[in-house]
Every structure is written in structure tokens, then in C-alpha cells.
T-cell receptor, first 112, second 115 residues
């Protein structure tokens, strides 16, 4: 199975600070159809995960544009440009290029 | 509005069985590929099983960790998906979520396997 490694495991930020989370894959996530199925989820405290970004860089409906995703092949990044209080929680990358889906270990974003 | 509601969790002894139900609304269930994902007490997410739609012959797929013990099924007339869990092990202890292509998630249901 594909292994996704997220760093850092914990991120402390102040409101308004910009932060980045890295997700590295054990193999290329470029599908033979030309798409890259690397997505980002946010799980707020006490809630279910929710889809933030799909296919590397496409924002799910309703997600603020302070969130952005980038990357290709095996290296991907989620950036938050100006953290807000509602952004706190655990971020997970997940890949759907190679069966089965696999998830990163998560990055907990907390207030400094 | 997309809704997924899981029920059926609880405390069960090792070796016993449990059946989870996920009732859905707000999208065309009959065309949907549905999955179960679980989250361990250490918060690690793990894909468990998938069932495709009728046009794909309701094909099913399982994680190696549950293959032969868990069975995913669906009832399109009830817009519901199920997870029958047999021969449960302590390492199956987790919150179980049903999800529609990672876009819609249920609130999760806790399954605790312990003697």
C-alpha cells in the first residue's frame, strides 16, 4: 500500500500566521489517466472529517480561499494563508490513485 | 443537504459480531460508490471497505485487515449501506464512518471490542 508521510505532526500558530503542511508519498500519485488523486481533509475537534481540497489543488465548495494545495508526483503541500480560529484541528492527506485509499498520519494545528 | 447517519455500534466481546448501518439522503444513492473508513483510538484513519453501484455489479473491496471477516452490502431501496463485522478483534476498536467519495461523512459510530 502507498504510505503517506505528513510533517510536521503538530503545528503551533498564531491567528493570522501562514502555515504549511507537507505530505510525501512512497510512490507517485499520478494516475495513468493523467489525474492526481491527492486530497486534504480537516477534522475539527469532536467532528467527522470534511473534504477541504481534492485532486491536489481544487477547493471544495465553501472552503475559504486562504486554503491552497500544490504539488505533484510524490510531494504535496497544504498552505493556510492567515490562520483563523476555525481552522484548528487535524489535517489529513489521503490518496485515491492506488487502491486502497491510504491516509497520512495527520497534522494537528493548534494555537500558540 | 447530504446526510449520512451511522447506527449499530457498541461494546462487543472478541469473536462476536456486529452490524453497522449507514442511512443516507440528499444525493442519488443508487449511483454512489460507498465506503467505510475507521479511525483508531490513536486517530489514524484506515479505509475498510467499498461497494460500487449496480452498473458495476455491486463489486466489493476490502482492506486486508478485515478481508474474510467483514462484509459490506447495500439496499438501494433504503439508500443504506451496511457493514457486517464478524470474528471481531480488539484491534477493530475504532470509530466507523461511512463516506460518499470522501465528500460526505457520517457522524461516526463507536465500536469497542473488549472482554
Amino acid at each position: 500500500d502507498v504510505v503517506l508521510t505528513q510533517t510536521p505532526p503538530t503545528l503551533s500558530a498564531t491567528i493570522g500566521q501562514s502555515v504549511s503542511i507537507s505530505c510525501r508519498s512512497s510512490q507517485s500519485l499520478l494516475h495513468s489517466n493523467g489525474n492526481t488523486y491527492l486530497h486534504w481533509l480537516l477534522q475539527r475537534p469532536g467532528q467527522s472529517p470534511q473534504l477541504l481540497i481534492y485532486s491536489v489543488s481544487r477547493l471544495e465548495s465553501g472552503v475559504p480561499n486562504r486554503f491552497s494545495g500544490s504539488g505533484s508526483g510524490t510531494d504535496f503541500t497544504l498552505k493556510i494563508s492567515g490562520v483563523e480560529a476555525e481552522d484548528l484541528g487535524v489535517y489529513y492527506c489521503v490518496q485515491g490513485t492506488h487502491a486502497p485509499w491510504t491516509f497520512g498520519g495527520g497534522t494537528k494545528l493548534e494555537l500558540k | 443537504e447530504v446526510q449520512l447517519v451511522e447506527t449499530g455500534g457498541g461494546l462487543v466481546q472478541p469473536g462476536k459480531s456486529l452490524k453497522l448501518t449507514c442511512a443516507t439522503s440528499g444525493f442519488t444513492f443508487s449511483n454512489a460508490w460507498m465506503d467505510w473508513v475507521r479511525q483508531s483510538p490513536e486517530k489514524q484513519l484506515e479505509w475498510v471497505a467499498q461497494i460500487k453501484d449496480k452498473s458495476n455489479n455491486y463489486a466489493t473491496y476490502y482492506a486486508e485487515s478485515v478481508k474474510g471477516r467483514f462484509t459490506i452490502s447495500r439496499d438501494d431501496s433504503k439508500s443504506s449501506v451496511y457493514l457486517q463485522m464478524n470474528s471481531l478483534k480488539e484491534e477493530d476498536t475504532a470509530i466507523y464512518y461511512c463516506t460518499y467519495i470522501l465528500w460526505g461523512w457520517g457522524q461516526g459510530v463507536m465500536v469497542t471490542v473488549s472482554s
